[in-house]
């Protein structure tokens, strides 16, 4: 039954993007027009964070160390909360200049320099954790059905490629709305498995682990509430909403809707580790849904399961693919004629790329981990939200650059604590200006 109603689904979800491509302008695939409401750009922005390489993190977090991750959700949400006061002006301005994605603010907001840089670390970035995304997905797949690793990754590369090419951004939000709807059968097994569950200690989830601690708390907290702000992601739901008023609620609206969605997931995930001790990783999901569930709510389970997975990938694709095409003429200056092709082009070949590159490799967790502590070098970028007079383009450079150069020290000589994400966050604040003053001597302040 699993594989009638994931054929439906991914039928469905092609079907769709097919059909409202017929309809939809150049504007439509690249940023939804600009007239996307609150409420479903909320339900894509949190849904658009939880992937397959994000459900093994928190299985991996639920059972080893609990407390990090909920310090995680906390910067998370706070940062959405302080986001959702200061985009206003932001908003505006980028309306204002038809900007549409983050690297074009930049770029109008600070200069070329900015720009180019945000570019490079943005698409190296993101490539990365399509490729992480990619294998922890195949990996999660091959393990709730009778795929193989390979045949996973190879059905979610053409699925997500497919509907994306189709119908560009405007596909990606309606596909996030179908995959959060079917998050309801995720919280019906949790209804069902909480009957069989025995008492659940939840107290051991959290005592004596090691995130429970300062340096647990500011490296959890700060890791999330520093990288946000510079997050490309959010910068594309709030471009595409269609007044400054829907990008504010649909920031405030994602912080609920993220508590909700991650609270059941981590919530499925002790359920079944009472049920199943022996399993922590990703088998966890075959079991509940074999073994425990009734079976066409142990399909319609994996089916879910299915959608979360895919509701990352096709997020990251989109925003690497813009980095390759529209971004890049952006910076150089070139008028394109045909972006949608472009931009087709681009997830084309990016999608390939990785296909290939996750057929090769399924250990990139190093690396991905490497890149999010790198994200801090991004923390200038706040200059953009912050109502002041913004630093030049040369001091925001130099800091990006600085902070990159100094964690990138740190990792080589393996001395990096994720503490220390919260340093670099301030210096990546007082930098610009000092540079401003006492380097290039043309403060805007």
């Known amino acids: ?35 996307v409401s609150a409420v479903p750009l909320a339900i894509s922005l949190s849904t658009s964070w939880l992937g397959g390489g994000a459900l093994a993190l928190i299985l991996y977090f639920v059972f080893n160390d609990l407390p990090a991750y909920l310090f995680l959700a906390l910067g998370a949400v706070t940062n959405l909360l302080v986001f959702s006061y200061f985009v206003k002006k932001p908003y505006e301005l980028a309306r204002k200049n038809n900007w549409v994605t983050m690297t074009e603010m930049v770029h109008g907001i600070f200069g070329k320099k900015s720009g180019y840089f945000v570019l490079i670390f943005v698409f190296i ?15 999660v797949l091959s393990n709730v059905t009778a795929l193989t690793y390979n045949q996973s990754v ?24 179908i995959q959060s709807g079917l998050l309801i059968f995720v919280f019906i097994s949790c209804l069902y498995l909480t009957k069989d569950a025995p008492d659940i200690d939840y107290k051991s989830y959290v005592v004596d682990k090691p995130g429970l601690s300062w340096k ?4 959890g907290f700060f890791g999330f509430f520093a990288l946000q702000f510079s997050e490309s992601t959010v910068w594309q739901r709030v471009l595409a909403a269609k007044s400054a008023e829907h990008a504010q609620k649909a920031l405030v609206y994602t912080s609920a809707f993220y508590i909700v969605t991650y609270g059941l997931i981590i919530y499925l995930i002790i359920l079944g ?3 199943f001790q022996d399993t922590q990783d990703e088998k966890l999901f075959s079991f509940i849904a074999y073994e425990t569930l009734p079976s066409w709510l142990g399909s319609l389970f994996l089916v879910s399961i299915l959608c979360i997975i895919m509701s990352t990938v096709d997020t990251i694709l989109f925003i690497a693919a813009q980095c390759l095409s529209t971004d890049l003429g952006h910076l150089l200056g ?9 931009m087709r082009l681009s997830i084309f070949i990016l999608m390939g790329a990785v296909l290939g590159l996750s057929l090769l490799t399924r250990d ?61 966050f301030f210096m990546g604040l007082a930098l610009p200006p000092l540079l401003d003053k006492f380097v290039f001597s043309k403060s805007r302040y």
């Open 154 to 177: 190879f059905l979610i590369s053409i699925v997500i490629g497919l509907y994306l090419l189709f119908g560009g951004f405007k596909s990606l939000i309606r596909t996030d709305l």
């Open 216 to 219: 647990g708390f500011i490296a």
């Open 273 to 275: 580790g009472s049920l």
């Open 334 to 342: 070139k008028k394109i004629d045909k972006p949608r092709m472009l």
């Open 1 to 35: 039954m699993f594989y009638i109603a994931a054929g439906l689904y991914v039928f469905l979800i092609i079907s769709i993007s097919y059909f409202f491509s017929k309809k939809e302008t150049t504007e439509d695939f690249i940023i939804g027009a600009r007239g």
């Open 125 to 139: 970035l993101f490539l990365v954790w399509l490729l992480f995304e990619i294998v922890g997905s195949g990996l």
């Open 364 to 424: 990139v967790t190093a690396v991905f981990w490497f890149l999010i502590a790198l994200w801090v070098a991004l923390s200038p970028l706040v200059y953009m939200l912050l109502p002041v007079r913004k630093p030049t383009d040369n001091s925001i450079f130099c800091s990006m650059i600085v902070i990159t150069l100094g964690v990138l020290l740190l990792y080589v000589l393996e001395l990096y604590q994720d503490y220390y994400v919260a340093y670099f």
